[in-house]
């Protein structure tokens, strides 16, 4: 690598020959430049203000997870299995460890929007410390702020630690992972090594498999570069392997042998095992589309066991219902405008640091070496999530794709670092110009996708983006103030898009289980035909807050967030399934405009099982009044509607069939013992079961009738309900006293 001195001050310090460099640790604490301390502050303050800003506008977000935690913070034992209700009749479909500190804070300060939501706002900023900390360490503090700043801009970064999702919570972790192997590689330290392991398994307890989709890269660079003898090498990877397995095993191994009898059911499983839920529904189902009991996606998606009756492909359609499959997935519709501003980029700059460091010796002991490990830890596991998200059939949203962003984060921040020293050359020089050249282009054609969405920004970043590629390379010739203007207004142009995008994301609440970030997009393909449920979602009663996507901030014109269907206008569909001003307690009027009515959706999506439903005043009261005397003050099918009559009640609802409504809990045997032993007060009729959104009755293909797996089960169950208990209207719900047959 040249290390000829920069013609100018640059804010990426020169890094020494290899034999004076010493190792990384006294590298990472060399004189620091006088502004550092202060820029990293106020990234992180920065960083802060936007995770926090409006935060309580999103009310219970994700009522299912939401549920669960109230659950938590009332029964150690749901808290612990991480049970959508207090009564313990089921789990949410992952495991616990993500609810654990929304949890905590809702038993320490109460329920409420912003005691669930902060503990997740405060990831994303530990997020930008952790991976500020990792660049620094070999690239200096230029590189590590502008890594910081591209992740804290990325929009579905600011969307997901704004929301109370797992993934926020796995992204941390798959960071601290990577940041742990770079440590370990540096003087080949088990301690560092034996670190990453147990993050990976805490990761496994977030989000089950999708934690070790970065482990093969990481592995096999450690097993190749640490600078010890091979032998040693193995040894401490087999030690990592092990904390892997006791960090994320010790929890699996205690529901596994814990009774059945006297735990919750496992949600999203069809046997009642954590294990089937691992490696079927969250695990190989996701690669390969074969969802048992899933609410709908690949193969599901044809009718099948848990499916919908929708089709599974039109012309060009290479993946089923989840969106088309392919190399080009994560740059297509909506998904292309949570992740991919800087992705290009990112890809160019992880080869150009790769051609830069690829004379640095195999192991690890010189700085070079680190830097080239560095390059092929983050790219490599870039690499190969963007490999199993653009290529699996299963289920797959948009929002899935913040496990990139400090991947891309960190390419970005380090390849500029790298090309800034090397500008003096004409190959680096070009390259540098180039890959600002394709961000300003990508962001002009990411921003243009919204429809009428800040149209003179997209100009804007077109031609300063266009105009900073052609002056940098003769920039150093025209001054130090021209070549500082010039990189000043290239990383405005690059981020500007980004920027735009989280300030729209911020200014308006996300609802539902399928939010995206920025505004409206035509073509979406996270969901079935790329619904949406996110910004202008109507808020659930009972929850604080209230999204409304009536405008963006700022002033921003025309490019309000909405969370229409992608077949009607924006704002079209509503959690509920129903326009605004339906009736409480699920019972809306059809909007007849957005794709859940079109595709015979009721009720927030299929089966009424995605967004929840609305609990009017006077359902609120027949559910609070004389709770206490029972286990669960109703039963109702599916999760999201038992969440919102939880969270509005405060009192244990139990959801039949799990999330997807397709779950064997209860079965019909167990329900009639509940409620002969008192357990049960109300049972509260589903829309798309009872068939009172007009899509069909029980037993319909859906969640709840006998389309899924379990879905008999809760078809059975409201059923039997009918025939023996007599409805009452409540608050324009449908309610059956069970103590009054």
Partial sequence: MTTAPA???????????????????????????????????????ATAVLLLWNLGASGYANSFYSAAVQAGSESWKAFFFGSSDAGNSITVDKPPA???????????????????????????????????????????????????????????????????????????????????????????????????????????????????VILPPLALLYAVCAPTRLRRRLGQLLLAGLAAVVSGGWWVAVVELWPASSRPYIGGSQNNSFLELTFGYNGLGRLNGDETGSVGGGRAMTGGAGGYGMPEGGPGLR??????????????????????????????????????????????????????????????????TVLVFSYMQGIFHEYYTVALAPFVAALVGMGTAVLWEERGGKAAALTLSGTLALTAV???????????????????????????????????????????????????AALAGPLAYCLTTVGTG????????????????????????????????????????????????????????????????????????GTPGGQGTPAGQGGRERLGFAGGGPGGLLGGTRVGADAKAALSGGADRYTWAAATIGSQNAASYQLA????????????????????????????????????????????????????????????????????????????????????ATFYDLTTP
């Avoid at 997209?458 to 990189?487: C, D, E, N, Y």
């Avoid at 109300?682 to 009738?705: H, K, L, M, T």
């Fill in 649 to 732: 009640s405060g009192a244990p609802v139990m959801p039949i069939g799990g999330f997807n409504g397709s779950d064997p809990s209860p079965t019909l045997e167990q329900f009639k013992a509940y409620v002969k032993a008192g357990k049960i007060h109300w049972f509260i009729a589903q829309g798309g079961v009872d068939g009172a959104s007009g899509e069909g009755g029980a037993g319909a293909n859906r969640p709840g009738g006998t389309g899924g797996p379990g879905g008999a089960a809760g078809s059975a169950i409201d059923s039997w309900v009918k025939a023996n208990f007599k409805a009452t209207t409540i608050g324009g």
């Fill in 98 to 212: 993500a609810l654990w500190p929304m949890a905590l804070s809702v038993r320490l300060f109460g329920l409420g929007s912003w005691q669930i939501l902060v503990p997740q706002a405060l990831m994303g900023v530990g997020t930008t410390a952790v991976l500020y900390a990792a660049v620094r360490r070999q690239f200096g503090a230029g590189a590590a702020l502008l890594s910081g700043a591209a992740f804290a801009l990325t929009p579905v970064a600011a969307l997901m630690f704004r929301f109370n999702n797992p993934d926020a919570l796995l992204t941390l972790l798959l960071t601290v992972t990577v940041y742990c192997v770079l440590r370990a590689l540096d003087g080949a330290r088990t301690g560092w090594l034996v670190a990453a392991g147990a993050a990976i398994g805490l990761g496994f307890l977030t989000k089950t498999l999708q934690a070790f």
């Fill in 319 to 384: 993946g089923g219902g989840w969106g088309e499959t392919g190399i080009d997935r994560l740059f297509s519709g909506n998904v292309g405008g949570q992740i991919s501003w800087l992705l290009p980029a990112a890809l160019v700059l992880l080869v150009a640091g790769l051609v830069v460091t690829w004379r640095a010796r195999r192991t690890t002991d010189s700085l070079e070496g680190m830097a080239r490990a560095a390059f092929l830890a983050w790219g490599g596991s870039l690499l190969i």
């Fill in 7 to 45: 013609p100018f001050d640059s804010p990426f310090p020169e890094r020494p020959p290899a034999a004076a460099a010493g190792t990384a640790a006294h590298r990472a604490g060399a004189v620091r430049p006088r502004w550092e301390r202060p820029a990293y502050a106020a990234l992180l303050l």
């Fill in 510 to 581: 996300h609802t539902g289980s399928i939010p995206t970030a920025g505004p409206a997009v035509a073509g979406g393909r996270g969901g079935p035909g790329g619904m949406r449920f996110g910004p202008g979602a109507e808020q659930l009663a009972g929850g604080p807050g209230a999204p409304t996507g009536q405008g963006a901030p700022g002033g921003f014109p025309g490019g309000a967030p909405q969370g229409g269907g992608p077949m009607g206008g924006p704002g079209a569909t509503r959690p509920n399934g129903g326009a605004p001003g």
């Fill in 442 to 492: 990508w962001s002009y054609v990411l921003l243009g996708r919204s429809s009428g969405y800040l149209p003179w920004l997209r100009w804007a970043v077109l031609a300063g983006g266009l105009l900073a590629a052609v002056l940098l390379p003769f920039a150093a010739r025209l001054g130090r103030r021209v070549l500082l203007a010039t990189a000043a207004l290239g990383l405005g």
